[in-house]
């Protein structure tokens, strides 16, 4: 089923498999099994773990087929992890925590927020403009835990409104690379401060370019 495969190419489905995929242009559904070949994983350290019990069934907002809503509907099983010593969730490779969108869709609205405004975006795909801000915050801490700052040498400064009322946030780029190396509340001189002490003297020292495109701190 030429569906099917759509969904299955966008989610990630290690240790999963999609049992069937219901509805019509008002919306499609596509429910999640495990794949029996596979022992589920804990939640918490991804180890390997024993089966307990099964919790109620989640609903997870994903990108949208030729503009028609997908879901997908899946119920998580405990498991009793010896390397923790205790019971968790297991782990599922599509969703972040206890997030109800997945991490597909979270990619997707945070790369458009980079050439439209979060409002467009959140009509784009018909959700609410929280929905795109905890995607756009999503992907910032997800590539912050990720981030490798050897051979930075320049950087841009920019401020971005996330809400209403002045809310600022100060990103810093890397220009060479084109990523995001760090973000802070606000756009005061204590921001770019904790910025620059984050960055620590020999970083700070091989930098050899700055632009920053702020108001007056």
């Given at each position: 089923?030429?569906?099917?495969?759509?969904?299955?190419?966008?989610?990630?489905?290690?240790?999963?498999?999609?049992?069937?995929?219901?509805?019509?242009?008002?919306?499609?559904?596509?429910?999640?099994?495990?794949?029996?070949?596979?022992?589920?994983?804990?939640?918490?350290?991804?180890?390997?773990?024993?089966?307990?019990?099964?919790?109620?069934?989640?609903?997870?907002?994903?990108?949208?087929?030729?503009?028609i809503p997908?879901?997908?509907?899946?119920?998580?099983?405990?498991?009793?992890?010896?390397r923790c010593?205790?019971?968790?969730?297991?782990?599922?490779?599509?969703?972040?925590?206890?997030?109800?969108?997945?991490?597909?869709?979270?990619?997707?609205?945070?790369?458009?927020?980079?050439?439209?405004?979060?409002?467009?975006?959140?009509?784009?795909?018909?959700?609410?403009?929280?929905?795109?801000?905890?995607?756009?915050?999503?992907?910032?801490?997800?590539?912050?835990?990720?981030?490798?700052?050897?051979?930075?040498?320049?950087?841009?400064?920019?401020?971005?409104?996330?809400?209403?009322?002045?809310?600022?946030?100060?990103?810093?780029?890397?220009?060479?690379?084109?990523?995001?190396?760090?973000?802070?509340?606000?756009?005061?001189?204590?921001?770019?401060?904790?910025?620059?002490?984050?960055?620590?003297?020999?970083?700070?020292?091989?930098?050899?370019?700055?632009?920053?495109?702020?108001?007056?701190?």
């Amino acid at each position: 089923m030429l569906v099917e495969s759509l969904v299955k190419a966008t989610v990630e489905l290690q240790g999963f498999r999609i049992m069937s995929v219901t509805g019509d242009t008002a919306g499609l559904v596509a429910t999640i099994g495990p794949d029996g070949r596979f022992a589920p994983r804990c939640g918490q350290c991804r180890e390997r773990a024993a089966y307990r019990d099964m919790r109620p069934t989640r609903r997870f907002r994903h990108v949208p087929v030729w503009g028609i809503p997908v879901e997908l509907r899946y119920a998580p099983r405990r498991v009793s992890c010896p390397r923790c010593e205790a019971v968790h969730v297991e782990a599922m490779p599509w969703v972040s925590g206890k997030q109800r969108m997945t991490r597909a869709l979270m990619v997707t609205l945070a790369t458009w927020t980079r050439v439209l405004p979060w409002k467009q975006v959140a009509r784009l795909f018909r959700c609410a403009w929280g929905t795109v801000a905890t995607a756009v915050d999503e992907a910032v801490a997800y590539g912050l835990a990720h981030r490798d700052l050897e051979g930075l040498t320049h950087i841009g400064i920019d401020e971005i409104s996330r809400k209403r009322g002045h809310v600022y946030v100060t990103n810093v780029y890397d220009l060479e690379l084109k990523r995001l190396v760090w973000s802070g509340e606000g756009r005061s001189r204590e921001t770019l401060e904790a910025f620059f002490e984050f960055l620590g003297p020999e970083r700070t020292a091989a930098l050899e370019g700055i632009c920053c495109d702020m108001w007056q701190p």
